[in-house]
């Protein structure tokens, strides 16, 4: 999460930095207002985790999914001065993917008891600064708080770690057209607090860092 937010730190530096230089011409109040816009999602899930058997033996290994999603976004935008623009961005991803890992199970061949994580319902919410670089186009970066739903199969404790929350930074590019219709394009990276998975059948344990990156266009309307 250090990493992550030193990322996002020296976003801001260089957005706020460029508004010095941005010509007046581009003008914030093009995207200025409320917004909402459907969104179509491609993401890569990773879990960096260690697992113990109940004999006490320690396995270090890394799982991953990709898979896509549709949800929507809304937010509003600010305008501060000629070109920067301050907003909050919501965005519903209902998609969902899901990763099979083994947490602590014996040691035997063949063994098949493994345990199943469905990870969906994703919400983020987000502060945004934008920058207008013309009439048309604009630059932005965002950062919040992350939430996606757990639901597990397999023999674990199913009321721990219904969900988990996290922290991610975006950056991305939005570009206007007639009748207030908007293109948008985002790149981001969430990294989601540990995960604590108990074995009920084996008796081992497990932790889990789930991380994951998307890219994102969104279709939309400026009101």
Not at 3 to 12: D, Q, S
Not at 161 to 176: E, F, K, Y
Not at 184 to 211: C, I, M, R, Y
């Amino acid at each position: 999460m250090k990493k992550l937010r030193v990322m996002l730190y020296g976003a801001v530096a260089m957005l706020l930095a460029s508004t010095v230089t941005t010509p007046l011409m581009a003008g914030a109040s093009d995207f200025a207002g409320p917004y909402i816009a459907i969104q179509a999602q491609a993401n890569g899930a990773v879990m960096n985790g260690t697992a113990t058997d109940k004999v006490g033996e320690t396995t270090n290994g890394t799982l991953g999914k990709v898979f896509a999603s549709t949800g929507i976004q809304f937010g509003y935008a600010f305008p501060v001065n000629e070109s920067f623009l301050l907003g909050i961005d919501f965005n519903h991803q209902p998609g969902s993917g899901k990763i099979s890992l083994d947490a602590g199970s014996d040691n035997t061949d063949g063994d098949t008891d493994d345990v199943t994580i469905d990870i969906s319902d994703l919400n983020m919410g987000s502060i945004m600064a934008m920058v207008s670089v013309s009439d048309s186009s604009a630059v932005y970066i965002k950062g919040g708080i992350s939430m996606a739903s757990l639901d597990w199969t397999g023999s674990v404790d199913k009321e721990l770690n219904s969900s988990v929350r996290g922290t991610h930074g975006g950056i991305g590019s939005r570009t206007l057209y007639g009748n207030g219709a908007f293109l948008q394009t985002e790149f981001g990276v969430t990294d989601f607090d540990t995960l604590n998975v108990f074995h009920q059948n084996s008796g081992g344990t497990a932790t889990a860092n789930p991380k994951s990156v998307y890219g994102s266009v969104s279709l939309g309307f400026r009101f």
